[in-house]
Every structure is written in structure tokens, then in C-alpha cells.
């Protein structure tokens, strides 16, 4: 049997002490509160359009910690108190903030324009976006993720309300899915998830 010489020797024990050291970078998990759903949903990715007009992708966000919400304008109380909710996490986030982005995706494309989904989400935090578009397009996100809405009938006054999911869903910089947030839980829980992801390199 032919021995390995010492140099070769010694290179293969370096490479297996990489593959090792690489092995428990990979299987690393973080000590999220919030539901953790690394592996079980898929990465961030749509075609929609911007509040500003601009077609966008998930893949322009890459390089930021995104959460992701299904609501709409004309929704009386949980999306602009889901809102004020994330502006306050932004806050509390500190100089980190920058690095994150709320994307709001209206539910409700006939009267979520852009012009109308820029107003909304300014008023609340400017790191906020609101995302429109085809409603084919907002009902393969909204399945993707396992969302759901519905319009409701239309009121006497030609207005109606559309039901949908309340969750949130958080993606580290990479695009990978980490976790899931409701309106119940708490607002440190998410503060803390968040800065765990913007603080730690956004391992996926």
C-alpha cells in the first residue's frame, strides 16, 4: 500500500477540518421566538409592480431582511395596525432598520394603484413598499406562501372589504424564508428575530 507523503498528509487533514468546520456553519440554527419555518417555505420571489411604478422582483430585494405582508388600503383596522406595529419594530431596530424592508402586498389590485399603495405605506415607515399588479400574479404570491383572501360582496355604497391572512413572513438577505409572525405575537419577539437576522450575517 502506498503511504501518503507528509505534505499530502497534512493537506487532507486541513480540507477535512474545513468540510467540518463548513458542516456546522451550514447546520447552525438561530434561537428564533417566532415560528421557524427555515426549509419548510419557499424563497422569496415574485413580478409585481412597485409603488413607484417600477416592475420589481424578489430578487431585487437580495441584500435585505425583508417582511412580507398580504393587506390593503381600504382595510378598516388589522393592515393599518399590522403597520404602525412594523414601524414601531423599525424604530426600536435602530441604525439596523436600513437593512430591513416591509414589503406590502395589496390584496386588493383594482384600487391599489401605485400612486394610491405609495401614499399608504409612506404615512407609515419609509422603509415600507407597496407591491400591485396583475391579480393572477398577487393570487400565485398569495399561494405560494399559503396565504389567503376574498372579496366580499359589494356594500350598498359600491364599497366592499377583502378578508385575508394576517402573518407575516420574515426572509433573511438571501431570500430564504426564517419566520412567521402574527398580530399575536408580541412585538419583542419580532424585534428580537429581526435583529438576530441583521445582526448575525443572514446565514440561510
Same mark, same amino acid.
Given at each position: 500500500?502506498?503511504?501518503?507523503?507528509?505534505?499530502? $498528509?497534512?493537506?487532507?487533514?486541513?480540507?477535512?477540518?474545513?468540510?467540518?468546520?463548513?458542516?456546522?456553519?451550514?447546520?447552525?440554527?438561530?434561537?428564533?421566538?417566532?415560528?421557524?419555518?427555515?426549509?419548510?417555505?419557499?424563497?422569496?420571489?415574485?413580478?409585481?409592480?412597485?409603488?413607484?411604478?417600477?416592475?420589481?422582483?424578489? #430578487?431585487?430585494?437580495?441584500?435585505? &431582511? &425583508?417582511?412580507?405582508?398580504?393587506?390593503?388600503?381600504?382595510?378598516?383596522?388589522?393592515? =393599518?395596525? #399590522?403597520?404602525?406595529? /412594523?414601524?414601531? !419594530?423599525?424604530?426600536?431596530?435602530?441604525?439596523?432598520?436600513?437593512?430591513?424592508?416591509? /414589503?406590502?402586498?395589496?390584496?386588493?389590485? #383594482?384600487?391599489?394603484?401605485?400612486?394610491?399603495?405609495? %401614499?399608504? &405605506?409612506?404615512?407609515?415607515?419609509?422603509?415600507?413598499?407597496?407591491?400591485?399588479?396583475?391579480?393572477?400574479?398577487?393570487?400565485?404570491? +398569495?399561494?405560494?406562501?399559503? +396565504? %389567503?383572501?376574498?372579496?366580499? =360582496?359589494?356594500?350598498?355604497?359600491?364599497?366592499?372589504? &377583502?378578508?385575508?391572512?394576517? %402573518?407575516?413572513?420574515?426572509?433573511?438577505?438571501?431570500?430564504?424564508?426564517?419566520?412567521?409572525?402574527?398580530? %399575536?405575537? +408580541?412585538?419583542?419577539?419580532? !424585534?428580537?428575530?429581526?435583529?438576530?437576522? $441583521?445582526?448575525?450575517?443572514?446565514? +440561510?
Amino acid at each position: 500500500m502506498k503511504l501518503l507523503h507528509p505534505k499530502h $498528509l497534512a493537506l487532507l487533514f486541513l480540507l477535512l477540518a474545513l468540510g467540518t468546520l463548513v458542516g456546522c456553519h451550514r447546520d447552525k440554527k438561530l434561537p428564533f421566538r417566532l415560528t421557524d419555518v427555515s426549509g419548510h417555505m419557499p424563497d422569496l420571489d415574485f413580478k409585481l409592480t412597485d409603488d413607484h411604478g417600477k416592475p420589481v422582483t424578489g #430578487t431585487d430585494y437580495r441584500g435585505k &431582511v &425583508v417582511v412580507l405582508y398580504f393587506g390593503y388600503t381600504h382595510c378598516p383596522d388589522v393592515c =393599518p395596525l #399590522t403597520m404602525a406595529q /412594523l414601524h414601531v !419594530v423599525m424604530q426600536r431596530l435602530g441604525p439596523l432598520a436600513d437593512k430591513a424592508r416591509i /414589503l406590502f402586498v395589496s390584496v386588493d389590485p #383594482t384600487r391599489d394603484t401605485p400612486p394610491v399603495m405609495h %401614499a399608504y &405605506v409612506n404615512a407609515f415607515d419609509p422603509r415600507a413598499v407597496g407591491l400591485t399588479g396583475d391579480p393572477r400574479d398577487i393570487e400565485a404570491l +398569495s399561494k405560494r406562501y399559503r +396565504s %389567503a383572501y376574498t372579496r366580499e =360582496p359589494d356594500g350598498k355604497d359600491g364599497n366592499y372589504e &377583502v378578508s385575508h391572512s394576517s %402573518a407575516m413572513y420574515v426572509f433573511d438577505s438571501k431570500g430564504a424564508a426564517r419566520v412567521l409572525a402574527t398580530p %399575536a405575537d +408580541s412585538q419583542d419577539d419580532l !424585534v428580537h428575530d429581526l435583529h438576530l437576522l $441583521l445582526d448575525n450575517g443572514n446565514p +440561510s
